[in-house]
């Protein structure tokens, strides 16, 4: 195995990002922002790529940078005090990416982040996966989810605001026997939950760990509540046949951004009319979820959801299968 120094720089991911940048950022035309000074970044090619997000407020974008909590750890919840300004100029080559925006202050920083909140256009994207200084996208092996006990505490932990979240969307929403599906259900903790909570639905989780699944079906016993081993690329359930699918693995880190597209595509299928699909994630989703809905004729009903009581912001996209239009009857 050749050293990382030693390893050749990936010139086909290098491109596949240049094609992804060309294709997330709208950047304002100078005189929109009316700029009164600007500052300067260069991250380099490397896993720090991974934190830079762009919050995009009525067509604008807004360069953050995410950083650790006090535990150490990165959250998918991000606070005002993390974005560094209006995105100007963005060029990417082999040194990194250089951007230059202007500076906000902490007053517009949090407006920003109220604002995020009311309207469905308005989103968050990590436009970088994981990458390594050679540029090649960072994937956990499939092993690292082996470990369910030593996982579970860190991991449940993490999503208590998913959680919530979907809990209060679902409520009194769903039609008796709602079909919802976890196809990557990990702990099985959010699906349980959802079980718990929701009586009438019946939760389906699945997981291609089977260590994950012994978990899950050892520490949840619910009637409305299922799990099975299974691989997301093979669907568990026949086409239009789902309510709410859950999608909180298309992230970085899980799989690459190619595997991800595939899978939201094929995954999507599953929706019934009327359905709807909920993409989430701890780490950053790795697909423009809004721009990849459209071309699937989904509705992006939300994108950003928000932590009640603070201005935190997290990645939380809500998109709705259509009803087809009633056949037309003739007169
Ligand atoms: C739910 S995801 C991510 C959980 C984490 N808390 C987060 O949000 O970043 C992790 C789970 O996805 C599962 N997984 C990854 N790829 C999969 C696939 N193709 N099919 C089924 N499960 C998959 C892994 O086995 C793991 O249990």
């Known amino acids: 195995m050749p050293s990382l120094a030693e390893s050749p720089f990936q010139h086909e991911s290098f491109e596949a990002q240049a094609r992804h940048l060309a294709c997330v950022l709208a950047l304002p035309a100078m005189e929109q922002v009316g700029i009164t000074s600007s500052a300067r970044i260069t991250e380099p090619v490397g896993p720090g790529l991974n934190n830079l997000f762009l919050l995009r407020v009525d067509g604008i974008e807004h360069l953050g940078c995410r950083v650790p909590g006090a535990?150490?750890?990165?959250?998918?919840?991000?606070?005002?005090?993390?974005?560094?300004?209006?995105?100007?100029?963005?060029?990417?080559?082999?040194?990194?990416?250089?951007c230059q925006y202007q500076p906000l202050t902490d007053s517009q920083c949090s407006a920003l982040f109220q604002q995020a909140l009311t309207s469905s256009s308005h989103r968050?994207?990590?436009?970088?996966?994981?990458l390594d200084s050679q540029c090649r996208e960072q994937i956990a092996p499939p092993c690292f989810?082996?470990?369910?006990?030593?996982?579970?505490?860190?991991?449940?932990?993490?999503?208590?605001?998913?959680?919530d979240t979907t809990i209060a969307l679902l409520s009194g929403r769903l039609r008796p026997g709602a079909i919802i599906h976890d196809p990557a259900c990990s702990t099985g903790t959010f699906i349980a939950t959802l079980a718990r909570a929701l009586p009438n639905s019946q939760c389906m989780g699945a997981d291609r760990s089977a260590a994950m699944i012994d978990h899950a079906t050892a520490c949840h016993h619910?009637?409305?509540?299922?799990?099975?081993?299974?691989?997301?690329?093979?669907?568990?359930?026949?086409?239009?046949?789902?309510?709410?699918?859950i999608l909180r693995f298309l992230n970085a880190e899980m799989m690459t951004r190619a595997c991800a597209l595939a899978l939201f595509e094929q995954l999507t299928g599953l929706i019934r009319?009327?359905?709807?699909?909920?993409?989430f994630g701890q780490s950053s989703v790795l697909l423009d979820v809004g721009q990849q809905a459209r071309r699937l004729g989904l509705q992006v009903a939300s994108s950003l959801a928000g932590v009640p009581g603070s201005l935190q912001l997290f990645q939380f996209y809500q998109l709705i299968c259509p009803k087809p239009l009633p056949e037309q009857i003739p007169s």
Do not use: Y
């Open 71 to 98: 535990n150490g750890e990165l959250d998918s919840r991000l606070t005002p005090d993390m974005l560094l300004g209006t995105l100007l100029e963005a060029r990417w080559d082999e040194q990194g990416w250089h």
């Open 124 to 130: 968050i994207h990590f436009p970088f996966p994981e």
């Open 145 to 163: 989810w082996d470990a369910p006990q030593d996982l579970a505490k860190r991991l449940d932990r993490q999503e208590q605001h998913f959680r």
């Open 222 to 245: 619910l009637p409305n509540l299922s799990f099975e081993i299974a691989d997301a690329q093979v669907p568990v359930m026949p086409k239009g046949s789902c309510d709410v699918l």
């Open 273 to 279: 009319p009327g359905g709807m699909a909920l993409v």
